[in-house]
């Protein structure tokens, strides 16, 4: 799609529409370097560049809110050269577009279980969310070690303890309240949740929140997710009756 066409599809977005928070889960790579016969890391790293195009054109289209599913509680399962690689392209990413992402004034949170990433990934996303700690613009929340059962499981055993503490009363548990137990704490449950690679399932990944959340399916593979189907997917969502379980 050549320029022209993209500032066209662009103008056909309502900006006063727009979802507040999208949701990514980035399928594909491996499949992606298979079908060309190279090894599943170099799917990863074309993968990183739809990463960093996504991210920028998320910020400024204006969506506040942006998480994507980087690396699952079941990716561990994954041959140790393919979880090596991922690791290093999490530290390459953030080395290379840290100082482009706080430039821009987006917030770095993270959701999962980070404690149980090797050394350096561990403090290189650690450095990333202290330094963009408060940046206003757009929040970039990634999915490391993180899955949504995990989440649930983590959340039901913290709120069990502040009860037990007296911290707060189990009659007045609610979904407001518990919302407060997972990761997501403080931002809104995702508007549209967008999948490449033509897979049609959540794969564990922000099961508690999705509830009315929006879907958009595609057939291509993440490391071919370009700004123009992500304006498709807003548009998309955009023609959409949301009822939230109402008429």
Do not use: C
């Not at 993209?6 to 980035?26: C, G, R, S």
């Not at 090894?39 to 809110?65: C, F, M, S």
């Not at 490391?223 to 498709?232: I, M, N, Q, V």
């Amino acid at each position: 799609m050549d320029k022209k066409e993209l500032n066209e599809l662009k103008n056909k977005i309502d900006i006063n529409n727009l979802p507040k928070h999208v949701a990514i889960i980035m399928d594909g790579n491996g499949r992606w370097a298979e079908e060309r016969f190279l090894p599943r890391n170099a799917g990863h790293q074309e993968g990183t560049k739809r990463v960093v195009d996504i991210v920028e054109v998320a910020a400024d289209l204006g969506i506040k809110y942006l998480s994507l599913y980087a690396f699952s509680t079941e990716n561990w399962k994954r041959p140790k050269e393919e979880i090596n690689g991922l690791m290093k392209l999490l530290v390459y990413y953030i080395r290379s577009e840290l100082n482009k992402i706080h430039k821009n004034n987006i917030k770095v949170q993270t959701m999962g279980d980070i404690s149980k990433l090797p050394k350096i990934p561990k403090q290189e996303v650690e450095k990333a969310i202290e330094r963009t700690k408060n940046n206003n613009k757009m929040v970039l929340n990634i999915g490391l070690n993180y899955g949504g059962r995990d989440e649930i499981i983590r959340g039901i055993k913290n709120i069990l303890y502040d009860v037990k503490m007296g911290k707060i009363n189990e009659e007045d548990i609610d979904t407001k309240i518990f919302s407060n137990y997972l990761y997501t704490k403080g931002m809104p449950d995702p508007d549209l949740l967008i999948r490449p690679s033509g897979e049609l399932r959540l794969s564990n990944f922000m099961l508690y929140q999705i509830a009315y959340t929006e879907f958009w399916f595609s057939d291509i593979y993440w490391p071919d997710f370009r700004e123009e189907h992500f304006y498709k997917a807003i548009i998309d969502y955009q023609k959409r009756d949301r009822r939230f379980g109402g008429i």
